[in-house]
């Protein structure tokens, strides 16, 4: 069965840096787009950053050119590197397979000011 295991987040002052870590398993990662999403508290899950089969990157606005995707298909990876980060992105992360119903569990980032 598919399974998405976030890690890596955590207690971070503003402007420091954390990277996500998402590992798969249960469908070929490869063939798969990847994305990460994130939940604040009483707000809606946005989309963070998507990667396509062949690398291309999708980010949002809000993260563009502090947050990086990428991906390791040989680990059945993703990846969610954050730097500069600010007390907004604080929120509860998650690894999403494609654009169907799997989803990780989700990792709590706190950026503190």
């Known amino acids: 069965q598919v399974q998405l295991v976030e890690s890596g987040g955590g207690l971070v002052q503003a402007g420091g840096s954390l990277r996500l870590s998402c590992a798969a398993s249960?469908?070929?990662?490869?063939?798969?787009?990847m994305g990460w999403y994130r939940q604040a508290l009483g707000k809606e899950r946005e989309l963070v950053a998507r990667i396509g089969t062949r690398g291309s990157t999708t980010y949002a606005d809000s993260v563009k050119g502090r947050f990086t995707i990428s991906r390791d298909n040989a680990k059945n990876t993703v990846y969610l590197q954050m730097n500069s980060l600010k007390p907004e992105d604080t929120a509860v992360y998650y690894c999403?397979?494609?654009?169907?119903?799997?989803w990780g569990q989700g990792t709590q980032v706190t950026v503190s000011s």
């Open positions: 999403r397979q494609g654009f169907g119903n799997y």
């Open positions: 249960g469908f070929t990662f490869s063939t798969y787009t």
